[in-house]
């Protein structure tokens, strides 16, 4: 299923290159503002272009096409299209007999029997993260009545702490390269969460591995915990706020925050399509050949992901939040 | 919510010191051979009383109050009942005023309003994972009819993957210590789990976290993929079967199992409950004292977890076999 | 599935002649009193023993096993049972080859397999409704709480609104007999329910079908709208409280509380257990043969179901003004 | 929430004067062969310009944005929009202050805080139904698999089976009407559906529910059931295909479908916008007033009823068939 969620509830759709992507938010407290220019900033922080990213460039201005009426939110669904208009079919036409390494083209083909939309990825495509980041817009909107600011930053590339670096790494290797992206929240209550299947590090991580190219997720001190006495573990209580002299805990206890930042990290595997020649399987000869990448990729795609992170991050807050009444269903004063 | 799964659905319920835990199980197909023998293996697995494991010894013999006739189960709602006939609540009666360090003590009261069941961790106890047992040895049953085989071993304890040379540490230093445990599933068809929200990812580590005291995951070759190149990380497809020349991706691309084994770890950190003094605030006096832990516990609690790991691990497969028809709603020859 | 409820989840499980039945509230506010004898009067109303329905007595006295501690609800799972004490499971042995005619005996068997527990109607009997009863004791001390109360009561036996009348006609047919019963809700507050799928219609609908032997509901004037022009039948607006001059609308409008009482009427089809002599067939004989009920059972089942239909509706509602934040998630004073 | 459905769930989104109205269908089958001719027919029999039903006319033609390729179903999500191309919102725009008679202006202004689009009734529209249509043109592709056949027709107009006649009526008063719309099902397999929250009876109710103008469902004999003896209400069983000499029950028993065509009946009440003049308040002045409607409306809405009531139908019954493995997820031979 596409959708997540129990209040605050997404449901994503789209294909690389369909006519749209897009995403719909059920459950949005009526009396938001919201207008096309809040999307913009995050939109341009998940924009390829940089540095290390593709050079595929889309305009990416989303269309709110319901549930937004004199420029803040109904109650009702909110649905949000992003156009598809920089797409070059031509480069994947021909690429179905041979899987891509690293992608889900051979997976996908048996999952779906071969009647998936192969083109770029189709629904498998990073294409779709655009609509996780518009999510997340209407999302933090919703944390900033609380006070609550989620931020995520790229903590290393390719082991190494100083991301130019790990990106010359890559670019000296002619391949592609994988980072650590660590999020930050502050300011959330102490309460959110519960134990056992809706823990927040259950919600969380579910959210986290919609995102492709992710492949771990570790709260706290993670798993260096694996090394640790009970003693050194243990966060102590300071005061009635529930803040701790130390947050190996990452903010989470029982499943439930804890009054500190809520802290975890992301491992995001390197891009798959790396300029690199690799042996792949021909499924209609049955004969491993070479294959070597010719449409336009990212050569670090975590560096694109610490806001798509900060995105499901806030949806799964947000719906928290609804859910324990911190949030009010209708919005008078924003 | 205490509930997870969208066929296969189970749904845990209890408290340590109250006189039962239980679960239900919804969506279980019909026909299913099932009997109390079924259960004893595993829950032995997870019993306290080897070393490094808490003295606590309950007799953990499932009471199947519904469900199940004829021992077959009946394709109605499957409950199972575990006596808590071990319990000296006169151990915790008095810590209600100072939260104990690494417990879920103070964000429960928090969240709860200070009507939680606080007795021995309550609904927050690791009792209930007994529970979670159960429902595995259910899911197994189900994921055998297809050949597929979810094993959990301990792989490090403290740093050391000599686990006996890890529990010395601890012992040494009279206090408690961290482990991992890794997960293997083998056998599973390709083509379980989607892109994005439910993806096989998504629903494991869901899951996992489900599990007091886990604090990260990690799929394939995990967070050493942040140092790779995608040349490097790329597992290679071999055959048409799926199999790849690596299985840096644990078995999962694009969110979809990939006909290779399903690996991933995750980390336990170390029980709270250590015998060493540590500093804790005192509510009621607002002041920081010493506290120190007189109850029965576990030395390492990662020894524990193991089987708990294999159980949520196979129900949420068991789900997604389900959704995928690959197991049928009527078994007729087990 | 057995599960009802977004935010206030029951989940029912449990056989006629299983050892209990018994239902887990997940989601209920921490801190509502809660103790045995708030389920007694309830109980007692669905109880047989009065004209018109069946002599099997069970004690019916709820155990509360998980989720109250000191006589208050903790926010964990709430999970009551209910002994099955009164069983006499030779009356149905012999049945297996003859489906009872207007019992679900026959699709039990298609629809799993022969698995089914089939003594006493096992999980399809109305032996259930008592868990639904004391679902609806939880969620009417919550509904309480806003001043809002369900009352349901027979209106119709067997055509006649004197039902005494009613139940004549059957005794004098040696026969049973259908009814119809009405609920009123009162002050309940503007704004609960949505357009479309989660319509108050919808939800109430969805629970109501969940009582066994009930065939319809209408709102309102209901069926009678047919036969009426537009004038006739909107309500008009009379206060800005949302009084209107008549209730046509049941106090419903676009699927949402208008302020007025809620109303709505059910059918409940006699009871299939007729003393009286019918044809069925006997599935191994392939022939047609004369049935004749021995068991006890009701002479108007609907004599028992307005508790169940309060209870119904009271989940349904409980939930709805959970997610309209109308209750609290912590109950502080009661 | 604007979702409904398990395994094949669909999304609706959209106000009555935005650009579009759409739905998101999720968990529908790959392979299934799907073209924008396929949804013409069942979207012409919804269209107003028949007699009695409002002149507004819109194109209609869908736009399959996402999930078909090739002209066929891929396994991701499908959604499809319609344009919303001839709205004249100045006839709207000033009745903010006068809740029409009937409508859901008032309890929307409550539900939404008054930020809801007020235009046209803007989510709450029954334009909305197109959607609901174009979902069950999929739906009923799906069933077709099996044979199963969804079939609604007008029965009753005014009080008049000749409903030319119950429209005249209508006429002659300048006045609005109601009427009864009845579905059949055929050729369902024995099975679909469980005892108790999901009967076949709730998920039918659940979704007819949303229908906008539906306030009551009666299932075979329906309310006429509370008139009968229960040796008149059994459906004698025939032979082993389940088939009985009447059909009562309308083809469920136990929640769960039983050989025999699903019948069942919805009363539509008349539309609420009326010519005829009529006493609403006027929310500013705190006064009544007269109020009488200018814009373009239908005479008897439930003339436009019958493709809806099939469509909401066609996607509960996909939902369980695929629930119960009687559809494939992956179709190769249509």
Same mark, same amino acid.
């Given at each position: 299923?596409?959708?997540?969620?129990?209040?605050?509830?997404?449901?994503?759709?789209?294909?690389?290159?369909?006519?749209?992507?897009?995403?719909?938010?059920?459950?949005? !407290?009526?009396?938001?503002?919201?207008?096309?220019?809040?999307?913009?900033?995050?939109?341009?922080?998940?924009?390829?272009?940089?540095?290390? $990213?593709?050079?595929?460039?889309?305009?990416?201005?989303?269309?709110?096409?319901?549930?937004?009426?004199?420029?803040?939110? $109904?109650?009702?669904?909110?649905?949000?299209?992003?156009?598809?208009?920089?797409?070059?079919?031509?480069?994947?036409?021909?690429?179905?007999?041979?899987?891509? !390494?690293?992608?889900?083209?051979?997976?996908?083909?048996?999952?779906?029997?071969?009647?998936?939309?192969?083109?770029?990825?189709?629904?498998?495509?990073?294409?779709?993260?655009?609509?996780?980041?518009?999510?997340?817009?209407?999302?933090?909107?919703?944390?900033?009545?609380?006070?609550?600011?989620?931020?995520?930053?790229?903590?290393?590339?390719?082991?190494?702490?100083?991301?130019?670096?790990?990106?010359?790494?890559?670019?000296?290797?002619?391949? $592609?390269?994988?980072?650590?992206?660590?999020?930050?929240?502050?300011?959330?209550?102490?309460?959110?969460?519960? !134990?056992?299947?809706?823990?927040?590090?259950?919600?969380?991580?579910?959210?986290?591995?919609?995102?492709?190219?992710?492949?771990?997720?570790?709260?706290?001190?993670?798993?260096?915990?694996?090394?640790?006495?009970?003693?050194?573990?243990?966060?102590?209580?300071?005061?009635?706020?529930?803040?701790?002299?130390?947050?190996?805990?990452?903010?989470?206890?029982?499943?439930?925050?804890?009054?500190?930042?809520?802290?975890?990290?992301?491992?995001?595997?390197?891009?798959?399509?790396?300029?690199?020649?690799?042996?792949?399987?021909?499924?209609?000869?049955?004969?491993?050949?070479?294959?070597?990448?010719?449409?336009?990729?990212?050569?670090?795609?975590?560096?694109?992901?610490?806001?798509?992170?900060?995105?499901?991050?806030?949806?799964?807050?947000?719906?928290?939040?609804?859910?324990?009444?911190?949030?009010?269903?209708?919005?008078?004063?924003?």
């Amino acid at each position: 299923m596409n959708s997540f969620g129990t209040i605050f509830r997404t449901t994503i759709f789209g294909e690389s290159h369909g006519e749209y992507v897009g995403i719909t938010i059920d459950g949005c !407290p009526a009396g938001l503002p919201l207008n096309i220019q809040d999307f913009i900033p995050d939109i341009e922080r998940r924009k390829p272009g940089a540095k290390g $990213t593709t050079p595929r460039m889309e305009t990416d201005i989303p269309k709110i096409i319901t549930g937004v009426f004199n420029d803040k939110t $109904t109650g009702a669904p909110l649905t949000i299209l992003f156009d598809n208009n920089n797409t070059r079919s031509a480069d994947y036409e021909k690429q179905q007999d041979v899987p891509r !390494p690293g992608h889900a083209d051979f997976v996908a083909s048996k999952r779906f029997g071969g009647f998936e939309d192969f083109r770029g990825g189709g629904h498998f495509s990073g294409r779709l993260t655009v609509c996780l980041v518009a999510a997340g817009v209407v999302a933090k909107k919703l944390l900033s009545l609380s006070g609550v600011h989620a931020n995520a930053t790229i903590v290393e590339i390719g082991g190494e702490t100083d991301i130019e670096k790990g990106l010359q790494k890559a670019i000296d290797a002619k391949d $592609t390269i994988g980072g650590i992206v660590q999020c930050t929240v502050s300011n959330l209550p102490i309460g959110l969460g519960s !134990p056992f299947f809706d823990s927040v590090e259950s919600l969380i991580s579910h959210a986290v591995f919609a995102i492709p190219a992710v492949k771990g997720i570790e709260f706290g001190i993670g798993f260096a915990a694996a090394k640790m006495f009970g003693s050194e573990h243990n966060d102590a209580l300071q005061n009635e706020k529930g803040i701790t002299a130390t947050n190996n805990a990452g903010g989470i206890i029982g499943g439930i925050t804890n009054g500190n930042d809520l802290v975890f990290r992301i491992v995001v595997k390197p891009t798959s399509s790396t300029p690199k020649s690799q042996k792949t399987l021909n499924i209609s000869s049955g004969q491993l050949e070479e294959f070597s990448v010719k449409g336009r990729h990212d050569l670090c795609i975590a560096l694109r992901v610490p806001v798509v992170l900060e995105a499901v991050t806030a949806f799964v807050l947000a719906d928290l939040l609804l859910q324990e009444q911190r949030i009010p269903k209708i919005i008078n004063n924003y």
